[in-house]
């Protein structure tokens, strides 16, 4: 009872926000009380609303209390500190279902801070005491708190298995000697702990040095990112000066023409309008001169005609109208044409340079191709799933175990009509298709069959060249049957050395362009090698040569 009461006085001294004892305690208007800090802090997060509560009873206050230092119970938990007691352990410290709790503890029991191999339990700090103090528990084991602390106990001798055994690889105690393990490896389970922790310094040191290595390379990569984007952002940069000056050099050129046409044009409406003007006054003066003979015509006093007749001043010189050279009704329409020409020129210029950027940008390429697989595990890292595409196939071709087998039949299949099916070729492609590292196998039985890679726009309808696997530019195609092998492309025909297979792997690393086919048996036996250049991801193929029951299966690879 007595422990009970001062569990309580721990609890009524205590801040329920930080579960603490009272640190310069004050007391709101409602009664409780709390740490000054930690009830400041809370109503700092309440300023917005104006509104402040009491986090125990909810009650509210406007405005915001002024909150004064409660001496007496700042007294009080003083007095409480040096009589030794301590607040009630906070929730925090009690254990949850995820925790170690202490076996010794009563009621709710608080987290343990530490287990016992010998004793097979786990303590609290309280309790963990003694094992500290008397010598008596000097020679136990105390390890990081654990749940498992039965595991190290012999299931059917009930006893520490202190003992290793390397032959069986398991821990065993001392009475498991005297029986299935007689005779076995066996060393102590710390001697055990020690070799198995030298083994793990190894490896941690080999993995640190890996990390360390790692780091580098992040570093190195990170660097080249940075050098990627600056590079990038000077080559945008400079390209747009570039295109600027392009397009001022245009306009400048632009202007030019324009102030030379007006130029010229203003010099030629300037002379013929001197020559109008000119022509205008001899047509004036042409006038007054035929209204003067015409007066003088109607005179009919012969001596007055005869009189004035001689005083009529001759005609001036007359502009020769043939002098007047007038040209067809084209001006400035050659320099229209002009004009054009260069346009023409230049797109000419920047479709055959703006392919060389173009490829100049895409063969951009920081990383080094990363080494090629060499065994069949390295391999199989790459493999792929692939399924056939039931829309390609041929209508002579039965497809089975999930689209991954294909057969060669007799009668044809009653497939939809579908634009992507091959008409004339007893030929399919994969439903995927392929880009990076991909890797798979291929195993046939029966007549002759193509194993192939082919971009997926390749020719479907006919019989042309353009449609088979292995005769166009579109597909490589590895023949096998049961006397030889030899890989096509673009019909030409390379054969292949060596025994044929009746499984084959292929190896595709579109980015490095590199296609390779392999002889699998208990080895991996390269056939034939493509390094090419792939525009386009590819698709796997298979092609039958007509020799019904023919059967080839995408194999499962591991």
């Known amino acids: 009872m007595a422990q009970k009461g001062v569990q309580l006085d721990e609890e009524t001294f205590s801040c329920s926000i930080c579960l603490d004892l009272l640190k310069d305690p004050v007391t709101v208007p409602c009664g409780h009380s709390y740490c000054m800090n930690c ?3 809370r109503w700092d997060t309440e300023d917005e609303r104006r509104v402040y509560s009491c ?17 007496m119970l700042a007294a009080l938990v003083e007095e409480l500190k040096k009589t030794g007691l301590q607040a ?26 530490k287990s016992c191999l010998v004793c097979r339990a786990s303590y609290c700090e309280k309790h963990l005491q003694p094992h500290y103090e008397s010598p008596t528990f000097k020679k136990h084991k105390l390890v990081e708190p654990s749940k498992k602390l039965q595991e190290n106990v012999c299931s059917r001798h009930d006893e520490v298995m202190k003992i290793f055994c390397r032959t069986d690889q398991q821990s065993v105690c001392y009475l498991c000697l005297m029986d299935e393990h007689k005779g076995h490896d066996t060393v102590s389970a710390a001697a055990e702990w020690t070799e198995r922790q030298r083994e793990l310094g190894v490896s941690r040191q080999n993995i640190q040095q890996r990390i360390q290595y790692r780091e580098k390379d992040v570093k190195l990569l990170q660097q ?12 945008v940069e400079d390209s747009e000066k570039i295109f600027t000056q392009l397009i001022r050099l245009m306009e400048k050129r632009c202007s030019d023409v324009k ?43 012969h001596n007055q005609f005869l009189h004035d007749y001689p005083s009529l001043s001759p005609l001036s010189e007359s502009t020769d109208s043939s002098s007047i050279n007038i040209r067809p009704l084209r ?41 090629q697989p060499k065994t069949r595990a390295e391999f199989l890292q790459y493999s792929c799933d692939i399924t056939l595409d039931p829309n390609t196939a041929h209508t002579r071709l039965l497809l089975s175990d999930g689209n991954r087998k294909a057969t060669l039949m007799r009668e044809r299949q009653s497939y939809s009509s579908h634009p992507d099916r091959f008409t004339v070729y007893e030929q399919v492609l994969s439903r995927e298709s392929l880009t990076g590292r991909c890797y798979w196998e291929v195993e046939w039985r029966g007549g002759g069959v193509y194993v192939a890679v082919a971009y997926k726009n390749i020719s479907r309808a006919g019989s042309g060249k353009e449609c088979a696997f292995g005769y166009n530019d579109k597909s490589w195609a590895l023949y096998c049957n049961n006397n030889s092998s030899n890989f096509r492309y673009n019909n030409v025909h390379t054969p292949v050395s060596g025994p044929p297979s009746s499984r084959v792997g292929v190896y595709l690393d579109h980015r490095a362009g590199i296609l390779s086919f392999y002889r699998i048996s208990e080895t991996m036996t390269l056939l034939h090698r493509v390094q090419t250049t792939f525009t386009q991801p590819l698709c796997a193929g298979l092609r039958f040569y007509w020799s019904p029951g023919v059967t080839v299966e995408l194999c499962k690879v591991k």
């Not at 986090?55 to 001496?71: D, E, I, M, W």
């Open 259 to 301: 102030q030379q046409v007006r130029s010229q044009q203003e010099a030629e409406v300037s002379r013929v309008r001197e020559l109008q003007e000119k022509l205008e006054q001899e047509i004036t003066e042409l006038r007054r001169r035929d209204a003067d003979l015409e007066e003088l015509s109607l005179t009919e006093d």
């Open 224 to 235: 080249q990112v940075e050098a990627i984007n600056r590079s990038a952002d000077k080559a």
């Open 39 to 41: 009830i400041q802090t």
């Open 331 to 371: 001006y400035f329409e050659a320099v229209t044409a002009a004009v054009s020409e260069v346009r023409d020129k230049l797109q000419d210029v920047l479709r055959v340079k703006w392919t060389n950027i173009s490829q100049t940008v895409t063969e951009v390429d920081v990383l080094l191709s990363q080494p």
């Open 55 to 71: 986090p125990q009873c909810r009650q509210t206050f406007t405005p915001r209390p002024v909150l004064v230092k409660n001496t």
């Open 88 to 113: 009630a352990p906070a929730d925090h410290c009690y254990a949850g279902p995820e925790d170690v709790a202490c076996d010794f503890c009563t009621g709710r029991k608080l987290k343990a801070c």
